[in-house]
């Protein structure tokens, strides 16, 4: 009876080591997949070499478009002074990248931050990168044409040469058929723009005008 009762055990022994090494492959397979996915994962959430997230690396593409086309009126603007260029190097640090843009200085040779623009140079690297959006969504969208483009304010921080450059630069996308409305304070503004709607405000309320 005993020895029944040994051999039972011994059966049942095996048969427990034959489902525990079943168990150790299945578990050894899933950690090995689960390994793949879990590094794809951290990979697409931006936990890589370029602190770049899977959304961004997708969204560099359009946005590398949108600068190239930004530029064909950047450059103009600022008498070929200036190139908008994506940052593509990482600057360290935690904070996730992919969308910065740094600034060609072409007078000096050197490449910097967008940040150390002059208020007159923001507001045009501001208008380009407008304006290449629209460009790359006529493209891309087939049927969409964006013929209108609304600017309120910014002007007032441009000094005289700028100025002139942003107004030339507007009256051409308007000679090519786009429709460009600014909301803006300066006078010289007021003066070379025919066609306008003044706003007055009086103690009675505001009043509109139509001027052209």
């Given amino acids: ?63 590398d478009e949108i600068l190239n086309l930004a530029n064909l009126r950047f450059k103009v603007m600022t008498k070929q002074r200036y190139e908008l260029l994506r940052r593509k190097e990482h600057q360290g640090g935690r904070a996730l990248q992919g969308l910065d843009i740094d600034v060609v200085d072409y007078e000096s040779g050197k490449v910097r931050d967008i940040k150390t623009l002059s208020g007159g140079e ?47 630069t507007l009256i051409d996308l308007r000679h090519s058929g786009k429709v460009i409305g600014i909301i803006s304070h300066v006078q010289e503004l007021k003066e070379r723009i025919d066609a306008k709607i003044v706003v007055t ?12």
Avoid: P, W
């Avoid at 492959?25 to 951290?42: C, F, H, T």
């Avoid at 405000?201 to 052209?212: F, L, P, R, W, Y």
């Fill in 1 to 63: 009876a005993k020895q029944k009762e040994c051999h039972l055990k011994i059966n049942n022994l095996v048969e427990v080591k034959e489902k525990l090494s079943v168990a150790i492959k299945d578990y050894n397979k899933n950690n090995e997949d689960y390994g793949k996915v879990s590094q794809l994962a951290q990979l697409v959430n931006g936990q890589n070499r370029y602190r770049m997230t899977f959304e961004s690396y997708v969204l560099s593409t359009y946005f």
């Fill in 122 to 168: 923001t507001f045009k690297a501001a208008l380009s990168l407008s304006l290449g959006m629209a460009d790359m969504m006529s493209q891309q969208a087939g049927n969409i044409v964006l013929d209108t483009l609304f600017i309120d304010e910014g002007f007032g921080s441009l000094d005289e040469k700028s100025l002139d450059s942003a107004i030339d």
């Fill in 201 to 212: 405000h009086t103690s009675d309320g505001s009043q509109a005008k139509i001027e052209v």
